[in-house]
């Protein structure tokens, strides 16, 4: 990426610190407990299965987890002030002035409006401190996942946000020969099949107003899927596998060029809202 892609250099180191750091991060949960007919009966009403379901993780553990990551992105720089604001948020954990416990309750349930207003009392970066919880949550999301994708086995799920955790889908793969579509979510890792002909966003199939954008000599890889209804757009891989979800981040940063084409044209990366 640093090669073909000198301006994104920083960003690229960045990544090859932060995530071995959370491939490897020890952050023991709680074990969510469900039943495969309770599993069946919230994938068919459309709620993920981890939606209302009180999650636990090692405090202890977690704080040591944010500590390390402000320390990867203090000594990074990748952006003006950065390193600063991150070293302020990293006294602030280990003097205990943060209360990550609150943070990490705020990300789940996405109150990102709450944990702004604790950044501004502390004059702290309220981007990056979303940022750096949101980094902590990843293994727990990635353990649950692992621990419940098997309930969800042959039970259909054809939404745009993750059966597993609710967050919206980061991409969407093309696999095998047959180019089956596989959406995936950023967050736990998960991955399930989804329609073809269809908006992950606005549910659209009307095949008029769907379409794909593409840079010359890429098609085949990488290209745009869009929707003229809601003006959402989903960035698209062919592979004959999974991505790994650790490097579902690598993709999407590999893939910015795509970003800046689909927003010039008018188009967003929508946000799912989650049924229920």
Known sequence: MRKDYPELCKAALLYESLLPL?????????PVLLTREQAMRKLQSGLP??????????????????????????????????????????????????????????????????????????????????????????????????????LAEDILWNRGECFVCGASAILAELRDNNLVRFLRCGRCGADWQFSRLQCPYCGNEDH?????????????????????????????????????????????LATLRFDFIAQGRGYSRKTVIPAG
Do not use: N
């Not at 602030?92 to 950044?119: F, H, I, N, P, Y």
């Open 22 to 30: 959370l491939r490897d991060a020890d952050l023991p949960v709680t």
């Open 49 to 150: 299965l981890l939606y209302d379901v009180q999650l636990g993780v090692d405090l202890m553990a977690a704080s040591g987890l944010m500590i390390r990551l402000a320390r990867v992105f203090e000594e990074a720089g990748v952006g003006e002030g950065s390193s600063f604001s991150a070293r302020s948020i990293r006294l602030s954990v280990e003097k205990e002035r943060l209360d990550v416990g609150a943070l990490l309750a705020q990300a789940v349930s996405e109150k990102r409006g709450a944990m702004t207003s604790t950044a501004l009392g502390l004059d702290l970066d309220s981007g990056l401190l979303w940022a750096l919880t949101e980094y902590v949550l990843r293994p727990a999301f990635r353990e649950w996942r692992r621990q419940l994708t098997p």
């Open 208 to 252: 008029r107003t769907l379409a794909y954008l593409h840079t010359e000599g890429e098609c085949e890889k990488y290209r745009v899927e869009v929707c003229e209804k809601c003006k959402g757009y989903i960035k698209v891989i062919t592979t004959f596998s999974p991505t790994p979800p650790e490097l579902l981040q690598v993709e999407d």
